[in-house]
């Protein structure tokens, strides 16, 4: 077992350079190259998220250039074997995105538009959870901040920061943990419609996700009943969103690959929470 709070750089690059090389899945296969992508982006992730709060970069910090070297090597090897499999959860395209935004479906100004439109922001912009974490959030899951510049983001509620966790600014210590940032003058302004759910969720709403009411009125302060979304509902929200609003039928995992895509354009990493790795 590896010790994250304590391994050196030196110590962290000679079992990676190991396990690259050796990882294989229970048929003692090789994984697909965008299974092994996830693996280190994981990695990553987990040794810079609290408790530890490294502030490393296991992709780019010169002491991991060895460890990196197996893992370029592994991917061209993969890749002159034809095992560059080909992504089953298609990222949602410019287009649809434009006319999801603009639909019915994802109206903030109605109950079951803004329940869509933050389950949609909340996935786009942290995208890590299945139907059963979906199910487990709480409004105490999330807490809104500002940054230094005085602008406003949502976060999840970890732990804050070691003094270990040295980074830039604001933006930067955020994206190694997932924010979604406000968008001033913006209408669809993610971090606005936030706010605007939790004020019209019931007071003693003890999970995220909730049904709309049957009816509301004008003026009416609470939109929301007390029942909390499934885990089959939750599963399907995508789905069930494209399909109101008239685009191509995508499901949840295509929000995580739109995610990913657009962490990978704005030049960083994605990964999931690892509980242990070695």
């Known amino acids: 077992m590896v010790d994250f709070g304590t391994v050196s750089k030196p110590e962290l690059n000679s079992l990676l350079r190991q396990f690259y090389g050796s990882v294989r899945n229970t048929k003692g296969q090789q994984y697909a190259i965008s299974t092994y992508v996830s693996l280190r982006a994981g990695i990553n992730r987990f040794v810079n998220d609290p408790p530890y709060s490294r502030a490393w970069c296991l992709m780019k910090d010169n002491e991991f250039t060895t460890s990196n070297n197996v893992f370029s090597g592994l991917i061209k090897s993969l890749r002159r074997a034809g095992q560059d499999k080909t992504e089953h959860h298609p990222a949602i395209t410019n287009e649809d995105l434009e006319i999801l935004r ?69 933006r930067e210590r955020q994206n190694r943990r997932g924010a979604m940032f406000e968008e001033p003058g913006n209408a669809l302004c993610p971090v606005a419609s936030f706010e605007a759910y939790l004020s019209t969720l019931p007071e003693s709403a003890k999970a995220f996700y909730h049904h709309p009411r049957k009816s509301v009125k004008p003026g009416d302060a609470v939109w929301y009943s007390m029942e909390p979304l499934g885990v089959n509902s939750l599963g399907s929200m995508m789905t069930r969103i494209s399909e109101e609003a008239g685009t191509t039928r995508y499901t949840n995992h295509c929000v995580r690959s739109t995610c990913i895509q657009r962490l990978a354009e704005a030049g960083l990493e994605y990964g999931v929470r690892f509980g242990s790795i070695f």
């Open 102 to 170: 603009k639909s019915r479906a994802m109206d903030p100004n109605t109950p079951r538009g803004l329940l869509n439109k933050v389950w949609f922001d909340i996935q786009l912009h942290f995208g890590r959870r299945g139907k059963e974490g979906l199910r487990k959030l709480t409004p105490q899951s999330f807490v809104v901040k500002r940054d230094s510049a005085g602008t406003k983001y949502v976060t999840m509620a970890f732990n804050e920061e070691t003094k270990n966790h040295k980074c830039h600014n604001d």
